[in-house]
């Protein structure tokens, strides 16, 4: 029993550690998902960079109430577990993220962003994110223009330098 519970515990420990746990969407997922619902996408982006001074996600309550509604009805379009994030040259869309605490780190995620600023203030440029890059960063893959998946990584030692 004792073997059973440690293990479980092991396995809690590294999903949740674990830059690539099991749940993390594939960047062939994530490009089709984008195409599938670039008008979407290109209006929540559209509203973020507008609401970027006032807010940091769809859900601030510095937004009204029907903005905050359009938010969500456009997010339900794409996948009501999206979390958007704004402002910091770049507008996420992320599908997965997780750590330890996430308010203490480490921590990570991997989604969609339209960036609004060159792509180096933001990350490194790689050919793809289906693997852990091994070190804490940014990391970028494009799709078109302005759009790109993004890797997000922050380790313990820099946990209090960034926000996801």
Not at 1 to 8: D, G, N, S
Not at 66 to 91: H, N, P, T, W
Not at 118 to 130: A, K, Q
């Amino acid at each position: 029993m004792l073997c059973l519970l440690a293990a479980v515990l092991a396995f809690y420990v590294w999903h949740y550690t674990s830059p690539f746990p099991f749940d993390v969407p594939k960047d062939r997922s994530l490009v089709a998902l984008f195409h599938a619902h670039q008008q979407a996408f290109q209006t929540l982006a559209d509203m973020a960079d507008k609401d970027a001074t006032i807010a940091s996600t769809e859900k601030s309550e510095n937004l009204g109430v029907a903005r905050r509604s359009e938010y969500a009805r456009l997010v339900s379009q794409i996948d009501r577990k999206m979390k958007l994030g704004f402002g910091d040259c770049r507008i996420a869309f992320w599908f997965a993220r997780d750590g330890i605490l996430l308010s203490i780190g480490p921590r990570w995620a991997k989604g969609i962003a339209c960036l609004t600023c060159v792509p180096s203030r933001v990350g490194e440029i790689v050919s793809n994110l289906d693997k852990d890059p091994g070190r804490g960063g940014g990391y970028l893959v494009p799709i078109e223009g302005d759009w790109y998946m993004i890797y997000q990584r922050l380790d313990y030692d820099d946990w209090r330098k960034k926000k996801l």
